[in-house]
């Protein structure tokens, strides 16, 4: 199987993404945010639901170049991720919070890559 670390990581992202859409209040919950920010931040799991679904997808059904692509293009969102919540929620110690899990999920994704791409290559 091309890119299985990569795709596994599109499974996990898929389940995260689930639990997000069943819990919606749950992103909220675990930024330490308060209660008002309840239906911003609900909508915010059902907007990462939207993009990371097709981008998982991708991953799992359109094959090496699909995997790559959808490799970058989650590397991309989790950076975007960490720039707007390490900058937008609710307190300094959500902020870091936020922005350490985006940015180390980006991390994560970019190493799956790398270690499949020399092993494809090998």
Excluded at 7 to 20: C, D, E, F, I, N
Excluded at 79 to 97: F, N, P, V
């Amino acid at each position: 199987m091309d890119y299985p670390l990569t795709k596994a990581l599109a499974v996990a992202t898929l389940g995260y993404s689930a639990w997000a859409v069943a819990r919606p209040d749950a992103l909220r919950a675990q930024l330490d945010d308060p209660a008002e920010w309840r239906q911003p931040v609900s909508r915010l799991a059902f907007t990462y639901a939207g993009r990371d679904v097709p981008v998982s997808t991708l991953a799992l059904l359109g094959g090496a170049q699909g995997a790559r692509t959808a490799a970058l293009l989650r590397i991309a969102g989790d950076l975007t991720d960490a720039l707007t919540l390490g900058t937008t929620a609710s307190s300094a110690a959500s902020r870091k919070k936020a922005a350490a899990v985006a940015a180390g999920y980006g991390v994560v994704n970019a190493l799956a890559l790398v270690v499949d791409e020399r092993r494809r290559r090998a």
